[in-house]
T-cell receptor, first 112, second 114 residues
Framework: QKEVEQNSGPLSVPEGAIASLNCTYSDRGSQSFFWYRQYSGKSPELIMSIYSNGDKEDGRFTAQLNKASQYVSLLIRDSQPSDSATYLCAAPWRNQGGKLIFGQGTELSVKP | GAGVSQTPSNKVTEKGKYVELRCDPISGHTALYWYRQSLGQGPEFLIYFQGTGAADDSGLPNDRFFAVRPEGSVSTLKIQRTERGDSAVYLC????????????FGEGSRLTVL
């Protein structure tokens, strides 16, 4: 089992819909999780971080963490074509700050 | 500079050649990371520096890969006897502290080994 797993997609949603991206992780000791967005041909950029069980909202983005089930999700409300990108879930290896492990990414396409 | 700078942006080389990829992190960032990303995959960890020393090099695939950061700022990733399987985008990232988990990525160096 990979340390961080995501469905590769592509996930296609119509403009204005809610996009739901999911990620599971294997290390029960993981305490922090991150969502990076990567546009085609560009480098990843951090969009959300979450450390506690429950929801964390930032504008149209909501990150959800369930440590008991070892999954973390990202919801994008009112999806826009500009949200079309690959979304990468990441967690520190063995909860050490240096080595961040990424999932394979989920490609999201928002259709106008 | 304002962001992480990587050179060259593109490198085409022949199998068996030696390659150096350079990374100039954000000023003041003490931690520097190298990742490798293949098409359709997430970034794969290679090595992480805290200051001048390699704090974790467990991701380097074999002894053909080596990285240095002699003055705690600029880093060079060195690949000897390149193989076609080394073709990928090599991403460098930096962060402010050792446990700083917001990584700021450069635009990457695309390596193609013919």
């Amino acid at each position: 089992q990979k340390e961080v797993e995501q469905n590769s997609g592509p996930l296609s949603v119509p403009e204005g819909a809610i996009a739901s991206l999911n990620c599971t992780y294997s290390d029960r000791g993981s305490q922090s999780f991150f969502w990076y967005r990567q546009y085609s041909g560009k480098s990843p950029e951090l969009i959300m971080s979450i450390y506690s069980n429950g929801d964390k909202e930032d504008g149209r983005f909501t990150a959800q963490l369930n440590k008991a089930s070892q999954y973390v999700s990202l919801l994008i409300r009112d999806s826009q074509p500009s949200d079309s990108a690959t979304y990468l879930c990441a967690a520190p290896w063995r909860n050490q700050g240096g080595k961040l492990i990424f999932g394979q990414g989920t490609e999201l396409s928002v259709k106008p | 500079g304002a962001g992480v700078s990587q050179t060259p942006s593109n490198k085409v080389t022949e199998k068996g050649k030696y390659v150096e990829l350079r990374c100039d992190p954000i000023s003041g960032h003490t931690a520097l990371y190298w990742y490798r990303q293949s098409l359709g995959q997430g970034p794969e960890f290679l090595i992480y520096f805290q200051g001048t020393g390699a704090a974790d090099d467990s991701g380097l695939p074999n002894d053909r890969f080596f990285a240095v950061r002699p003055e705690g700022s600029v880093s060079t990733l060195k690949i000897q006897r390149t193989e076609r399987g080394d073709s990928a985008v090599y991403l460098c990232a930096s962060s402010f502290t050792r446990t700083g988990t917001e990584l700021f990525f450069g635009e990457g160096s695309r390596l193609t080994v013919l």
